[in-house]
């Protein structure tokens, strides 16, 4: 018989296991309709990700991230595959916003003659993209506990850097695909600047450097054989084209080091017993030092000579 002998002791059920009371049911209920709450809030940030609304996407994913922290509750958090979803969606809508500028900055006007028509909001808008990509990892790494052993990328404390140990989540940790991501967005922020936007000089000078510490960590993280991060071709090349962007920033500047820095990053990637330059990369090269504003105009021709004979060798 189930239930309680006279001694108050819980008696077992013919199944031999413990019997269970409407209490025990009732917080099996509960239990279920959070996780089933949980999910439905991970698929609507994804759908919503997914269809271009990023901005209610990234809202939604902000208040389910500070409800489960204020919470303490780690399983409330969104799932690896939200954030994912989120980013991809950023880099998407930056993408769109690029190919937009191209048409514009290539369209013939009624007298035949390219017209360059700026839209700094547009560049503006894919800025601010790549800060929110650039959050998005950060709040990866804090919540997952990467930056319970490197330094946080943020540039002062937050709450979530701050949360005891035991709040965090391991399969919140990124993985390569998630520092490519936003190593991209910062590249895409650089390219899409044009050199006559002037107020927007700052953010073209300094988005290289931040891709370029986002490599730094992937480079860093790669030591960890347990971290599964790896740089990649596209880590590298993505950088590369950062700091290339960087020779229209300021034209005709002599102190210009957008080849020299591009050319330390190709060095990396040579360096790199795992993965290897392709024709992609020593393309850019050789555009970047043929394209060099400074006034070395000599070492410039000899340098990408020197890469279009390599190429020549290799991809022959």
């Not at 370029?212 to 599964?228: C, I, K, N, V, Y």
């Amino acid at each position: 018989v189930d239930g309680n002998d006279d001694a108050g002791r819980p008696m077992l059920n013919n199944m031999g296991g413990r019997a269970f009371s409407s209490t025990d049911n009732t917080n099996v209920d509960e239990d279920n309709d959070t996780a089933r709450a949980i999910d439905e809030m991970n698929q609507q940030i994804t759908s919503l990700a997914e269809s271009g609304d990023t901005s209610k996407a990234n809202e939604l994913l902000n208040q389910m991230q500070t409800n489960a922290i204020a919470q303490s509750n780690i399983d409330g958090l969104p799932d690896v595959d939200t954030y994912t979803a989120l980013m991809d969606a950023l880099i998407d809508q930056q993408n769109k916003l690029i190919s937009a500028i191209d048409d514009n900055n290539n369209h013939d006007g009624a007298n035949g003659e390219k017209v360059a028509e700026k839209d700094d909001g547009k560049t503006v808008t894919i800025t601010t993209l790549a800060g929110k990509t650039h959050d998005l990892l950060i709040q990866m790494e804090d919540l997952s506990g990467v930056s319970d052993h490197y330094s946080s990328m943020r540039l002062s404390g937050t709450m979530i850097a701050q949360l005891p140990t035991d709040l965090r989540n391991a399969s919140l940790r990124p993985t390569s695909h998630h520092y490519d991501s936003v190593i991209s967005a910062f590249a895409n922020a650089t390219n899409s600047i044009t050199s006559s936007a002037h107020e927007n000089d700052n953010a073209k000078k300094n988005a290289p450097f931040i891709a370029q510490r986002w490599l730094q960590r992937m480079e860093t993280l790669a030591f960890d054989p347990h971290s599964g991060v790896r740089p990649t071709v596209d880590s590298y090349f993505h950088v590369m084209e950062a700091c290339a962007a960087t020779a229209t920033a300021i034209p005709n500047d002599k102190q210009c080091k957008a080849a020299s820095l591009t050319q330390s990053i190709f060095d990396k990637l040579s360096a790199n017993t795992n993965i290897y330059p392709t024709a992609r990369e020593y393309r850019l090269m050789i555009r970047t030092w043929c394209e060099s504003p400074g006034g070395r105009q000599k070492e410039a021709a000899y340098k990408a000579m020197g890469f279009w004979m390599i190429m020549a060798r290799e991809f022959r």
